[in-house]
């Protein structure tokens, strides 16, 4: 597998990139505002850009999808493998779950479960390491790191079985 390079571009957001095995460098932008490029370097000069595709947020997933499972999702996969007694789990908050609409704080996930809430993703994107004031909106996925057991007993408070 190929070494993905992360370049942060002030301003602008995150460029990532790898060499293909015909050594041609394909990469993706990642702007602030969470739009998406899709870039194909010329073979003769690494530096310049031959292609540029801007990809809508749907647009993205489902190239994405088309390519097959997203490499952080393996690595993470591969981790949660390596790591006993670890497990990552992304939950969808239903509408009309025990903890819905109400913020990390009032619901103590932590304290009541154990496990650690490391990123909520919502339609608009993500936020990394949600405070206690953050909301448990329906619709959106939380991204879940603990025990089995503690998986399990959070997924009971946020969804509707």
Partial sequence: MADIQETHLPGIG??????????????????KTG????LVYRQDDPDECAISIELE?????????MLGASRIIEQ?????QEVEGLSIDWITIDESAEWANRTLGEAAVHTRTGVSIVAIITANGSIAAPGANELLQ???????????????TLTAHLRVN
Avoid at 138 to 152: C, L, N, Y
């Fill in 35 to 38: 739009r998406r490029e899709l």
């Fill in 57 to 65: 947020s749907d647009e993205a997933r489902t190239l994405a999808e």
């Fill in 138 to 152: 329906p619709g959106t996925k939380v991204v879940a790191v603990g025990s089995d057991e503690g998986i399990e």
């Fill in 76 to 80: 993470l996969d591969n981790l949660r």
């Fill in 14 to 31: 995150i460029r990532f990139d790898f060499p293909t095995s015909d050594g041609t460098r394909v990469g993706v932008l990642v702007h």
